[in-house]
């Protein structure tokens, strides 16, 4: 810093301003260089106000869903990047990855929230559940038909959820996502569910592993990332994944038939450390309540039409509101299919998850879902 002792009063200002001062002060009277200080003065001290009110106080590092489709990068993203910082002013702002671009196993996010690795993370229920069976009860293979029947068993065991990711994990619940349905995806024509026999299918967890295996079929775990690459290679002959997320993927170029059940949904929980989220400032913690619960109905809504329209998308009918259209054949399931579906629920699905998880998620299920199911599981240990 520097003094300018124009004609007026001493100055205080940086070298820069002086400058400035010195050279008017060779054309000026001192009343003017005293005038454009006040000014220039004015200028600097609005200018650190502005300063002040946009700087981030703080800026959150997020793991979210799957990267690529439409949930991430017209909702996840778009809170994360752009939305937060509206909100709040410019005092807080985030970064957002994808789970299955950041080098982040899926089966071991849950572990890594718990340890403060990931403060704020996206996990899918069907992986968390490899390590953590009881988790993955809501999206069991076969269970939700449709998305009624979703809504109505995610809010059935959502007190469960919560209360066992906070106690039991020091994890602390914050929203629960879900993709377009998940349904059957094959490079031969199928008509029902008993044409998935003696075919390599792709699953993502063990209750679509249940399902596929009650149907004499081969299920064959691959991440969502490698499912262009298995299918091109031969490695397997169906797939099930999300309608829209297959169209995306471009499964509609390498796959003829589709077969438009909902085996499962990709339901997501996005949760932080316990800890993580109580450091953070209170009104920041107040808007993340607020504001959290909007993108989850959001996220919802869009998987909810983009399940008839990934089926419009992939077929190429005229639904669809994407630039490139498949010429796929779906074919809706029949009342007999419907049937075979509960019925492999029932004797295969559900009894499988009970005996890899234990005789306390059979007393879990029956507190939580069974009522809502209308059917009881049984221990057999």
Request: charged share 20%; glycine share 8%.
């Given at each position: ?206 209750t679509q592993a249940d399902f596929v295996a009650a149907l004499g079929g081969t299920p064959v775990y691959t991440e969502f990332s490698q499912i262009m690459a298995n299918m091109k290679s031969g490695n397997t002959d169906c797939v099930i994944t999300g ?139």
């Amino acid at each position: 810093m520097r003094t300018f002792t124009g004609r007026g009063a001493p100055i205080l200002c940086n070298d820069e301003i002086c400058e400035i001062f010195c050279a008017l002060a060779q054309y000026q009277t001192g009343e003017t260089v005293a005038i454009v200080a006040y000014l220039i003065g004015l200028l600097m001290f609005f200018a650190s106000l502005c300063h002040a009110q946009t700087t981030p106080v703080q800026r959150l590092r997020i793991v979210g869903g799957l990267g690529g489709v439409t949930q991430y990068t017209r909702h996840e993203e778009q809170f994360w990047t752009r939305d937060l910082a509206a909100l709040s002013g410019g005092r807080y702002t985030a970064s957002i990855v994808p789970f299955d671009r950041a080098g982040v196993p899926g089966q071991e996010m849950l572990n890594l929230m718990q340890l403060g690795v990931v403060p704020f993370g996206t996990a899918l229920m069907s992986q968390m559940s490899v390590q953590f069976p009881e988790l993955g009860a809501p999206d069991m293979a076969g269970l939700n038909p449709d998305v009624a029947t979703l809504r109505r068993v995610v809010s059935a065991f959502r007190p469960y959820l919560s209360e066992a990711l906070r106690e039991r994990y020091g994890v602390e619940l914050l929203a629960v996502y879900i993709y377009p349905a998940q349904e059957v995806f094959c490079n031969k024509p199928m008509r029902q569910l008993s044409d998935l026999s003696g075919r390599r299918t792709r699953v993502s967890g063990a209750t679509q592993a249940d399902f596929v295996a009650a149907l004499g079929g081969t299920p064959v775990y691959t991440e969502f990332s490698q499912i262009m690459a298995n299918m091109k290679s031969g490695n397997t002959d169906c797939v099930i994944t999300g309608t829209m997320s297959g169209h995306t993927l471009g499964l509609h170029e390498v796959t003829s038939a589709i077969y438009a059940m909902p085996v499962s949904w990709g339901v997501a929980v996005f949760a932080a450390n316990r800890e993580s989220l109580n450091a953070l400032p209170a009104d920041l913690q107040a808007l993340l309540r607020k504001e959290l619960p909007r993108l989850e109905a959001a996220v919802w809504a869009q998987s909810e039409s983009e399940t008839e329209e990934g089926i419009a998308c992939n077929t190429g009918a005229a639904a669809c509101t994407r630039p490139i259209k498949g010429r796929m054949v779906a074919v809706r399931p029949s009342p007999q299919d419907d049937a075979r579906r509960r019925e492999i629920f029932a004797t295969r699905v559900l009894p499988g998850w009970v005996e890899r998880c234990g005789p306390v998620c059979a007393t879990v299920w029956n507190q939580t879902l069974g009522p809502v199911v209308g059917l009881r599981a049984q221990t057999t240990r």
